[in-house]
């Protein structure tokens, strides 16, 4: 998916669908902009036991605080989204024409932005009735 951002876009806050599998990766382009990255407020779905539990802790903690964590993304920089950051932390990018992060400010220019993302196997024949879908339907080749 390539888009193209004017100074002053943005996208809202979201975790991708499901119907990807594991593993994005973002590609920016041409201006810098700052992700804001927030963990999910339900974190029911999360694992409790074995290794998860020191992070399922602290995770609970920037949940408790409401804490965002900006990620300044620079023109050639590469953001790989999996595991936790993929599914339970949203991202978004806000409408700025300026952002600031810290004593930093990053006047935006127009930004390209380069998303790689795999759907699932099962995924494949998509719904015309589903609202997030596209209006088309993708068709398998040789199965």
Known sequence: IINLYKP??????HVD?????DGIVVISLLSSCVMQFKPLSDISDIEQDGDN???YNKFKDIQNTGETIPVILRPGSVLALSGSSRY?????????EIDEV???KI???IRVSVTLRKMKQDQLLLNKDDSNSFSFEVKKRGH
């Open 17 to 21: 669908l499901p119907r990807f599998e």
């Open 88 to 96: 339970n932390w949203t991202h978004g990018i806000e409408e700025n």
């Open 53 to 55: 539990t020191n992070y």
């Open 102 to 104: 810290g004593d930093e």
């Open 107 to 109: 006047v935006r220019n």
């Open 8 to 13: 002053g876009e943005g996208i809202t806050s």
